[in-house]
């Protein structure tokens, strides 16, 4: 096995170049298991650890540039507002010492379905800054997935950054599992209200062999929150409505039974969850903030 | 792959590391600094949990490589790091202790202990029982302590919610941490 330690970015993309069947390692928290457990022997390691910018994030106008290895204690504690719903996933990743490891960028390129921050990109929308020596790709995210633990990067290409639609509105999380910490998901679900363009986007997390958003169900939200009026008079969302949205996202899921959990299970929980954070996020967009702290 | 690097304040080396060793082999099999323990395997446990300049892991997930000129604390080295802490030192040459020191560290209640503050707590509160996860708990709650001298039970709970003990039950631990906070509080 080679161990690759490039210093800079262009080392980097020169040496994936060269490599192409290199794993990137970043905090490890994905790879290292599979290494662990002899479950992948690669020819190579691409450590990214050295490249400093990685771990860094600019606040733009309407999006936050993300780098790749910016760890979740980071935007936990630097990005509450600009990513409320990316920090929320990102408090319910493992554990302290996961969290000072693991970034959005081995997510995306681990592509495990259930990977915590791929609800909440979704949902906020979000770009994938794809790189090689041949030059950048900007991938929508919900493109960017393409199998169980599969995405579209070529074999030459790094993830260099995310790009994320700054929060307009409210944003919430929702993730079921047996304990509140170190638990990967049985299901998850991240929603957004887009009061800018009177819309409202989802992501639904471990409940289809990869990351979707329930599109039938955003429309229909979209729809039925316009035709009565509601982005205007601030009243709260019939129940009626709230029920058929839940509908919707359990429909939309195409889950599995396994150790985790049962496909049954899975589409009721989504059920519940897409309606618990639909009313958590609405109340807040009528003024009424949440206090409690677990989802 | 030769690997040079800082461990409990000294410079070490190790010759011919396999490129997909973790951090943890590196430090029981090669220095012969068994304190963190490999039990998971998978970032699980914590029971590995060490400083990587500065910032608690799991040593299990770091390739050794990736330690490569970075500073490591293990638990065999608390002690004295916490002592360099307290005394506001800087980690300058002659600080640090010894491969051959770490190994014959014991806990030796008593005067001359070479016990961190947040070791003493674990022992006179009663939380440790088999004593398996307590190196890694220990390496967690001491820097929970440093960023947070004053720590709410939810806190507590958080900062060690990724060290698994099936002994105690963690109420002894939950003391223990209160303890050394309560103890550092009446030190000021």
């Known amino acids: 096995m080679d161990f690759l330690r490039p210093a800079s970015w262009e080392e980097a993309l020169a040496a994936k170049a060269e490599h192409p069947t290199a794993v990137p390692i970043a905090g490890g928290t994905d790879v290292m298991v599979e290494i662990n457990f002899d479950h992948r022997r690669p020819d190579a390691l691409l450590d990214l650890n050295r490249i400093g910018e990685l771990r860094e994030w600019e606040v733009g106008e309407e999006t936050v540039r993300l780098g790749a290895c910016v760890p979740y204690t980071r935007i936990i504690e630097s990005l509450r507002a600009e990513l409320p719903g990316l920090a929320l996933a990102a408090h319910t990743v493992g554990s302290p010492q996961i969290r000072n490891r693991g970034s959005v960028g081995g997510n995306l390129g681990a592509a495990s379905p259930a990977g915590d921050s791929h609800p909440a990109l979704l949902a906020a929308g979000a770009e994938v800054e794809a790189v090689s020596v041949r030059g950048t790709r900007m991938i929508p995210v919900e493109e960017f997935y393409t199998g169980v633990k599969r995405n579209c990067l070529e074999p030459d290409e790094l993830i260099r950054a995310v790009h994320i639609k700054k929060a307009d509105g409210p944003q919430q999380f929702s993730k079921v599992g047996t304990r509140n910490a170190m638990v990967i998901a049985v299901c998850a679900f991240g929603i957004a209200l887009h009061p800018g363009t009177r819309t409202v986007r989802t992501g639904i997390g471990s409940a289809a062999p990869t990351p979707i958003r329930a599109t039938a169900a955003e429309e229909f939200l979209n729809s039925a929150l316009a035709e009565a009026g509601l982005w205007d008079s601030g009243q709260i969302i019939p129940p009626a409505v709230a029920r058929q949205f839940a509908e919707l996202v359990s429909g939309a899921a195409n889950p599995i039974d396994d150790v985790r959990g049962s496909a049954a299970y899975r589409r009721h929980a989504l059920g519940v969850m897409a309606r618990r954070t639909l009313g958590w996020a609405w109340e807040e967009y009528r003024g009424n903030e949440r206090s409690a702290r677990c989802a | ?188």
């Open chain 2, 1 to 188: 792959m030769r690997l040079t690097f800082t461990v409990n304040g000294r410079k070490q080396q190790a010759d011919d590391v396999w490129e997909g060793e973790s951090l943890l082999y590196v430090l029981r099999e090669r220095m012969g600094l068994p304190g963190s323990k490999n039990a998971c395997e998978q970032g699980e446990c914590g029971s590995c949990t060490v400083r990587l300049d500065g910032v608690p892991v799991c040593a299990c997930l770091v390739a050794a490589g990736q330690a490569q000129d970075r500073e490591v604390v293990t638990v065999e080295g608390l002690a004295d790091f916490a002592r360099q802490r307290d005394h506001g030192g800087c980690a300058a040459e002659g600080h640090g202790i010894s491969l051959d020191d770490a190994k014959r560290w014991r806990s030796k209640p008593g005067e001359n202990a070479q016990l961190s503050p947040i070791q003493r707590a674990f022992i006179d509160a009663g939380a440790v029982q088999c004593g398996f996860c307590t190196p890694g708990l220990l390496v967690a709650a001491d820097e929970l302590l440093e960023r947070n001298s004053s720590p709410s039970d939810e806190d507590i709970r958080e900062a060690l919610s990724g060290n698994l003990c099936r002994c105690t039950g963690y109420e002894k631990i939950l003391d223990a941490v209160r303890l050394a906070a309560a103890r550092s509080e009446e030190a000021v």
